[in-house]
């Protein structure tokens, strides 16, 4: 008898409509896009994911400094391209102002520092310390990223410190991908040529590059080992346990965002359909990610998802 009743009872739960997980409020979800590659691809996993679980996510793109300040205004609800400690100062700023809060660490063992081709180290440069004896060869021209990056601060502050003996040396900013055309050309002509670089990026697989060492000052040691952490505007969480819950739950390793970011550059394609792809191509990658995670209206996040992209 006591089994027909649970029975009866499991039963009767099991018919019952869902609960939301999250309220109708927290459907959009604002996030943004410095133009990285990197954080273009974890920003399409992310979506696909969320629209999968009846989100809506709002990804835009803009500036790390603007990104940054938009958080701090509440005009942006997470950040997955927290580079640490590259961008501690915004932090700092942030944390001041009790703007943010820290979801979690979803990536590790990242790199971020300058770089030269490998003619160029056989050449004599592996270290900061060896640019400037070669001025002439590098036309005095550090090539950097977008204007306002972090990264490229510092190295201003260098140059304008004078550090290295890279006095009279100028930073040329332009986009990852102007800068990566730029590398690739002096590359084929063997030009002398230092440049940003890191890791996660197809760049470590296109071209035969060095990472520089002695630079431990400005892009912090192990050639500006990273990680990076993902952020959300304060009590954003609170609000949203459920979207905030998948938000900790992901975290990615140096092979995926290579992948991912390889199927944008090399293989032209598009955000979302890289994403999908990837997916496609790792479906155990779900579990782990959707652990306790349901859709918007309370439904098993897991078996939905995955009957949303047809897996």
Not at 23 to 37: E, F, L, N, V
Not at 43 to 72: R, W
């Amino acid at each position: 008898m006591k089994r027909f009743l649970l029975a009866a009872a499991v039963s009767v739960l099991a018919s019952l409509p869902a609960t939301a997980a999250d309220s109708p409020a927290c459907k959009p979800i604002r996030m943004s896009d410095p133009g990285w590659t990197d954080i273009t691809s974890t920003n399409a996993i992310a979506s696909t994911l969320l629209k999968a679980l009846g989100y809506e996510p709002d990804v835009k793109t803009l500036s790390v400094p603007i990104g940054y300040q938009a958080m701090k205004n509440g005009e942006l609800d997470v950040f997955l391209g927290n580079w640490m400690p590259a961008q501690q100062r915004f932090i700092d700023d942030l944390t001041a102002a009790k703007a943010v809060e820290v979801v979690g660490t979803n990536l590790s063992g990242a790199k971020f520092t300058l770089a030269v081709p490998n003619y160029v180290a056989e050449g004599g440069v592996k270290d900061f310390k060896d640019l400037a004896a070669h001025a002439e060869k590098f036309g005095s021209e550090i090539y950097g990223i977008e204007s306002g990056a972090p990264a490229n601060q510092n190295i201003q502050k260098m140059i304008n410190a004078g550090s290295f003996g890279l006095t009279g040396w100028k930073l040329v900013e332009s986009g990852e991908q102007a800068m990566l055309s730029q590398v690739k050309r002096s590359e084929g002509r063997k030009k002398w040529v230092v440049f940003l670089a890191w890791a996660p990026h197809p760049m470590n697989e296109a071209f035969k590059l060095t990472y520089l060492s002695g630079g431990d000052e400005y892009f912090g040691p192990n050639f500006g080992g990273a990680e990076v952490r993902t952020l959300a505007r304060t009590g954003w969480t609170a609000k949203c346990p459920n979207a905030a819950a998948f938000f900790k739950n992901l975290k990615f390793d140096l092979a995926t965002e290579n992948a991912m970011m390889g199927k944008i550059l090399d293989q032209g394609q598009e955000a979302g359909q890289a994403a999908r792809a990837w997916i496609k191509e790792h479906p155990d990658a779900l579990g782990p990610w959707l652990a306790g995670v349901t859709t918007l209206d309370g439904r098993p996040g897991l078996p939905a998802v995955k009957a949303a992209l047809g897996l």
